[in-house]
């Protein structure tokens, strides 16, 4: 894979990430919180497990890097 790879993989889930962050500040029930609760767990399983196999495939690639550029917020994953 190139870095064009890595830039647009990255930017997709940034902006899945904003997405939902989005559609929960428009959920007001508890059952929309415990959805959005699940989705950020399950972006934030996703970008470790996919950083992890892209290191495998490329030695040099940047895990921080990565994460950094999939916008995560550490407090909104917590």
């Given amino acids: 894979m190139t870095r064009k ?3 647009l993989i990255a930017d997709t889930i940034a902006q899945l990430s ?3 962050a989005h559609d ?3 959920a007001l029930s508890d059952t929309g919180r415990a959805v959005a609760s699940g989705e950020r767990a ?3 399983t996703l ?3 996919l950083a992890h196999e892209l290191q495998l ?3 040099r690639f940047d895990r921080g890097r990565f994460i950094e550029a999939c916008q ?3 407090e909104r994953l917590a």
């Fill in 5 to 7: 790879d890595y830039v």
């Fill in 18 to 20: 904003r997405d939902i």
């Fill in 24 to 26: 929960e500040g428009c």
């Fill in 42 to 44: 399950a972006i934030q």
């Fill in 47 to 49: 970008v470790n497990r």
């Fill in 57 to 59: 495939d490329n030695p």
């Fill in 72 to 74: 995560l917020d550490a």
